[in-house]
């Protein structure tokens, strides 16, 4: 079997995590899931730096833990990227780079120095010491770093959390090159959704250490029964999109499933493929198309399900065709009044600025 499997347990003073998932061979998985939830124990138990796990992790079909068998974590080609970027104080941004690169060298393996520095945007970071450079930059630096060990998996646990949203926002195209262009699959630990929806080709959801929901991204995000995991302020689902223009109002105009969305213009060259956030707190519905409204997205869809909560709200998932979904929280009250049922056309009405700049991001090799 191709990419990673685990099917292991690992028991801790009042916490037990107990995994069986296959994960995909290609593209970013994230890991998400609550704080404790168990996310980082389980990359340290795929990396082989928790020797208390039971159970088996194998790679590309070979073993890493067994029956018998155990794989020390340096031979296990995994690189790994930490909330802090960890860098070798002394040593310049190359030097950090070259540590690296001697590692994967004397492991046979080649890695592609100047694909990753451009990929990184590191060139004029190179002599630099860690000391000098700003969190985000640091995190690129040890983002590189790990890819140049050619690791045949790239275990990322939860890289942006110590960074500014700016900072955040400058980084995840990198995030996004690296998932693109590296050819490596990368597990991603995050409780951040929004990081999640921007990057993610399939979710693994963990809570109280076991998995709760597995598959992908785009299908999870957009399940109602899903949301309160999510959280409901915070669920919403992903579009995918393809770039047709960027207006001289400052508004760039993206073709989707169900019509036409124009958001707060964006840097992409015309035919990008790209996917968009929309969270579902931030739509309303309408059984006929809306008429004199100042929000200037309308989509168009099947209403497939409705799901109450436990408040007021109920989420509704429309159908826009292919396999995309769009996700609106509403009252109850709304609900009732509108009479909403499955089966029904309906539209969805989106505010042009309540998509911001980190909803808009490369939808990548999908
Ligand atoms: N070395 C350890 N010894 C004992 N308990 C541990 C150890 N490491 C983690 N735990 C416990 O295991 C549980 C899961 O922790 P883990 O860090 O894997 O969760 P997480 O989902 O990554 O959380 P966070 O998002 O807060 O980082 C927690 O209850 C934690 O206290």
């Given at each position: 079997m191709s990419g990673l499997a685990v099917d292991l347990t690992l028991d801790l003073p009042g916490f037990r995590l107990a995994v069986s998932q296959g994960f995909a061979p290609s593209g970013l998985t994230a890991v998400f899931g609550p704080s404790g939830s168990g996310k980082s124990s389980l990359l340290r138990v795929i990396a082989g730096l928790e020797t208390r796990a039971q159970g088996r992790v194998s790679f590309d079909g070979q073993d890493w833990q067994g029956p018998?068998?155990?794989?020390?974590?340096?031979?296990?080609?995994?690189?790994?990227?930490?909330?802090?970027?960890?860098?070798?104080?002394?040593?310049?941004?190359?030097?950090?780079?070259?540590?690296?690169?001697?590692?994967?060298?004397?492991?046979?393996?080649?890695?592609?120095?100047?694909?990753?520095?451009?990929?990184?945007?590191?060139?004029?970071?190179?002599?630099?010491?860690?000391?000098?450079?700003?969190?985000?930059?640091?995190?690129?630096?040890?983002?590189?770093?790990?890819?140049?060990?050619?690791?045949?998996?790239?275990?990322?646990?939860?890289?942006?959390?110590?960074?500014?949203?700016?900072?955040?926002?400058?980084?995840?195209?990198?995030?996004?090159?690296?998932?693109?262009?590296?050819?490596?699959?990368?597990?991603?630990?995050?409780?951040?959704?929004?990081?999640?929806?921007?990057?993610a080709h399939h979710i693994v959801m963990l809570e109280a250490g076991e998995v709760r929901r597995a598959g992908l991204a785009q299908d999870i995000l957009s399940d109602p029964a899903a949301a309160p995991a999510f959280g409901i302020r915070a669920a919403g689902s992903v579009l995918r999109a393809q770039v047709l223009a960027h207006h001289d109002d400052g508004l760039s105009e993206l073709a989707v499933a169900g019509g036409r969305l124009l958001v707060p213009g964006f840097a992409a060259v015309m035919g990008a493929k790209v996917r968009v956030r929309i969270a579902a707190q931030d739509v309303i519905l309408s059984r006929q198309r809306p008429e004199g409204l100042s929000a200037l997205n309308v989509l168009e869809g099947e209403l497939t399900d409705l799901r109450q909560g436990q408040g007021p709200g109920v989420m509704v998932r429309l159908r826009m065709g292919a396999d995309q979904d769009v996700l609106a929280r509403i009252t109850q009250r709304s609900a009732r009044a509108l009479a909403l049922a499955p089966g029904q056309r309906c539209f969805a009405v989106i505010k042009s600025l309540s998509i911001a700049p980190l909803d808009v991001g490369g939808s990548g090799p999908t």
């Amino acid at each position: 079997m191709s990419g990673l499997a685990v099917d292991l347990t690992l028991d801790l003073p009042g916490f037990r995590l107990a995994v069986s998932q296959g994960f995909a061979p290609s593209g970013l998985t994230a890991v998400f899931g609550p704080s404790g939830s168990g996310k980082s124990s389980l990359l340290r138990v795929i990396a082989g730096l928790e020797t208390r796990a039971q159970g088996r992790v194998s790679f590309d079909g070979q073993d890493w833990q067994g029956p018998g068998c155990f794989v020390p974590p340096h031979r296990r080609a995994i690189g790994y990227v930490f909330q802090d970027a960890r860098l070798f104080a002394h040593l310049s941004v190359a030097g950090n780079l070259a540590y690296a690169e001697r590692r994967a060298r004397k492991a046979g393996r080649n890695p592609d120095r100047s694909g990753i520095v451009a990929a990184l945007g590191l060139e004029g970071l190179l002599t630099r010491r860690p000391s000098g450079l700003s969190g985000g930059e640091a995190q690129r630096v040890a983002m590189a770093r790990a890819l140049m060990t050619a690791p045949r998996l790239l275990l990322m646990d939860e890289p942006l959390s110590a960074l500014d949203d700016a900072a955040k926002g400058a980084i995840l195209p990198y995030i996004e090159a690296i998932r693109d262009g590296m050819r490596v699959p990368v597990i991603y630990v995050s409780h951040s959704v929004s990081e999640v929806a921007r990057l993610a080709h399939h979710i693994v959801m963990l809570e109280a250490g076991e998995v709760r929901r597995a598959g992908l991204a785009q299908d999870i995000l957009s399940d109602p029964a899903a949301a309160p995991a999510f959280g409901i302020r915070a669920a919403g689902s992903v579009l995918r999109a393809q770039v047709l223009a960027h207006h001289d109002d400052g508004l760039s105009e993206l073709a989707v499933a169900g019509g036409r969305l124009l958001v707060p213009g964006f840097a992409a060259v015309m035919g990008a493929k790209v996917r968009v956030r929309i969270a579902a707190q931030d739509v309303i519905l309408s059984r006929q198309r809306p008429e004199g409204l100042s929000a200037l997205n309308v989509l168009e869809g099947e209403l497939t399900d409705l799901r109450q909560g436990q408040g007021p709200g109920v989420m509704v998932r429309l159908r826009m065709g292919a396999d995309q979904d769009v996700l609106a929280r509403i009252t109850q009250r709304s609900a009732r009044a509108l009479a909403l049922a499955p089966g029904q056309r309906c539209f969805a009405v989106i505010k042009s600025l309540s998509i911001a700049p980190l909803d808009v991001g490369g939808s990548g090799p999908t």
